[in-house]
């Protein structure tokens, strides 16, 4: 996981029917909360945190990437717009049989809530899972404060995820509970992430190597030439809009650059 540097605004839209759909939420709970904590209630979905004009400004800023694992993926249609704090319905442990209804409803047109995420981190393994440190802190209506609340997954918007991750070769390691809460709830060391990390990873060593037998043969135009392309990889691979950067920062950062 990286930091995703992101504009403060959300898309016209989330303010202008979005705040209106949350104005009419709040109403609807006051009148009956207790429906809404049993299920008897629920809100409509709106989606318009899935319109196009969501979505795109999403897939710009975090440059075609899930936020979670760092999967680059082209197809529009393989990227979700994830809520940070699920909006229908929450769980503080896997274990858990039932969600807690209603879910954080008041931030599901929220631009602050909103991420992008590939389909696995979001509905295989993030689903309405969102464990606090304390959940007797968890904000459980509009009158709540969400600032209480010390979640274990990280933000990547919010805060630098490399204080809580760090990788070992291919193998993400937590150095914090929100780290290593991440790691394991959303499945960071899948087979299918490890296997893509591999492969890159190797690239890298290749590149590597290109500069050993360059440094062992100065003086060589053609090794100097093919050395500066190694390099320029290299340096690509840790770029933000790389797939699995964080990962290429952390092993350029042990070998050296
Ligand atoms: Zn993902």
Redesign the pocket.
Same mark, same amino acid.
């Given at each position: 996981m990286i930091q995703v540097q992101r504009p403060d605004r959300g898309p016209a839209i989330l303010k202008r029917l979005g705040e209106k759909q949350t104005r009419r939420d709040y109403a609807a709970y006051d009148l009956c909360p207790g429906d809404y904590h049993s299920g008897k209630n629920t809100f409509p979905n709106k989606t318009y945190y899935n319109r196009e004009e969501v979505k795109s400004l999403l897939i710009q800023v975090h440059q075609s990437k899930?936020c979670? &694992?760092e999967?680059k993926l082209r197809t529009p249609a393989y990227l979700h717009v994830e809520h940070f704090r699920p909006k229908r319905g929450v769980r503080q442990a896997r274990s858990q049989r039932h969600d807690d209804l209603p879910g954080y409803y008041w931030l599901a047109y929220r631009w602050e809530n909103l991420l992008l995420? &590939?389909h696995? &981190?979001n509905c295989k393994f993030k689903r309405t899972l969102f464990p606090l440190a304390n959940p007797a802190d968890r904000a459980r209506s509009h009158h709540d404060d969400v600032t209480r609340e010390r979640p274990l997954f990280v933000d990547p918007v919010r805060e630098d995820p490399r204080n809580h991750i760090r990788f070992n070769n291919d193998s993400p390691e937590g150095i914090t509970p929100q780290g290593r809460t991440t790691i394991e709830e959303?499945g960071l060391r899948r087979l299918g992430l490890r296997i893509a990390r591999v492969e890159l990873l190797n690239q890298i060593r290749t590149e590597y190597e290109l500069l050993e037998v360059a440094a062992a043969n100065p003086g060589i135009p053609d090794l100097e030439a093919l050395a500066a392309g190694a390099r320029r990889r290299i340096e690509a691979a840790m770029q933000p809009d790389a797939e699995f950067s964080s990962m290429a920062i952390d092993y350029v950062a042990r070998r050296g650059l």
């Open positions: 899930c979670y &694992c999967q995420s &590939c696995d &981190c959303l």
